[in-house]
């Protein structure tokens, strides 16, 4: 048996038996590289919600008060409106561009600056008004006939096959009439417009909307000598304005007024309907399973 020499010992290994793993960057730098990637992505998911979702509006003037005040900022639901129409008494944002041209005019930005976080912001929907974009309330869907006034100067409306209604509107700026200057029957003109004059009858894809400020909004009454009598397009509608966020002491939810009731499609008769669909579906369901 030969006795074989011990084997070498590395110096350097016994001296540092594991090798150092590499020194790991200092955190903040890591941050730093991936600021720009959450930049970006977050200003995407803003573009996408803004065009899709939810968008932010400001209010610019009085003519939705006490309703909304000038300087309140709301949020404008566009899903709703993907699959349905606008329903009477909803507050919606819309574009009056060839329609609505008298709008509230914005004042330039005055340097380049301004100008750049102007664009940004009204981008992301946080920035000044489009001074094209308008916001009412839908009084008059397709096929309504809308009617100034009854004989305590109430809007009157008549749904297409219902009968007419006339519209008790509580939340209207200091329980204000209808201003009967700009509303009237078609071909009267503007400014005479007889108690119980025939109104307008709103064309198919249109609405007819008007301000709560009835003696200070420029709404459908305000342009009822245009070729489409003041209606606004449903495809300029951007969506329903549904919330106030800001100021936070004006924080709540915009619901549709109960003024608008009488005007809504019954629910009994559908709810009618299902109960006595009830009983044939169990009488078929019986019969398929007896003839197997």
């Given amino acids: ?14 001296a540092d038996p594991a090798p150092k793993a590499a020194a790991a960057p200092p955190a903040h730098r890591s941050f730093l590289r991936e600021l720009p990637v959450l930049i970006a992505v977050a200003l995407v998911l803003a573009l996408l919600i803004k065009h899709f979702l939810v968008q932010a509006f400001y209010i610019p003037s009085g003519s939705m008060e006490q309703t909304l005040q000038v300087g309140d900022r709301v949020l404008v639901n566009k899903v709703p409106y993907y699959y ?7 507050i919606v944002v819309f574009n009056g561009l060839n ?53 305590a100067g109430r809007v009157v409306v008549t749904p297409k096959g219902g009968r007419p209604a006339a519209l008790k509107e509580p939340y209207i700026f200091e329980n204000d009439t209808t201003d009967l200057k700009y509303f009237c029957a078609a071909g009267t003109g503007p400014r005479s417009c007889p108690v119980g004059a025939p109104g307008v009858l709103v064309p198919a894809g249109r609405l007819w909307v008007m301000g709560d400020h009835r003696g200070n909004s420029a709404d459908s009454r305000y342009h009822i000598t245009d ?12 969506g329903r304005a549904f919330t106030v966020v800001f100021p936070f002491g004006r924080f709540g939810l915009l619901h549709v007024p109960s003024a608008f009731s ?7 008769p559908y709810a009618a309907g299902v109960v006595g669909a009830l009983p044939l579906t169990l009488v078929r369901r019986r019969r398929r399973a007896g003839r197997r």
């Fill in 84 to 90: 349905r129409g606008p329903h009477r008494g909803e």
């Fill in 227 to 238: 070729a489409h009598q003041g209606t606004v397009p449903e495809s300029k509608v951007v």
């Fill in 1 to 14: 048996m030969t006795d074989e020499p011990p084997a070498a010992v590395d110096a350097a290994a016994v």
């Fill in 262 to 268: 009488p005007l809504a499609l019954p629910a009994a």
């Fill in 99 to 151: 329609n609505f041209d008298e709008g509230v005019t914005i004042a330039p930005a005055t340097n380049p600056v301004s100008k750049a976080l102007r664009k940004f912001s009204g981008t992301i929907g946080l920035g000044a008004p489009d001074e094209k974009d308008y916001i009412k309330r839908v009084i008059g869907i397709p096929g309504d006939r809308v009617m100034c006034c009854d004989t």
